[in-house]
């Protein structure tokens, strides 16, 4: 079994940062993948950004490129997602998530471990 802590999230102006810290302990070495997403009232669940915890190659969703940026700690297997010019559109709970696949999934039901969610919320 793999656990995930999600933290950072928090209450925030439209264009301040946050970023999201996710703990993985346990198995962690038969995941391949960590990833991030999130979830707004009424909404699906939506693929956020992910990397593979053995290269730096990063993935983002369309409407987070060039705002959030996705790493990785090695040795604190630790997860980051560092958001910047946050938007109200941003307002959600976000999840981090880990995938044993080796190509990198934007499909929830590709993660097999999930986080519990820290909440994001954007003011206007």
Known sequence: QVQLVASGGGLVQA???????????????STNVMGWFRQAPGKEREFVAAMRWSRENTFYADSVKGRFTISRDINKNTVYLQMNSLKPEDTALYYCAASTRTVVPTAPGAYAYWGQGTQVTVSS
């Not at 940062?17 to 996710?22: E, V």
């Open 15 to 29: 264009g301040d940062s946050l970023r999201l810290s996710c703990a993985a302990s346990g198995r962690t070495f």
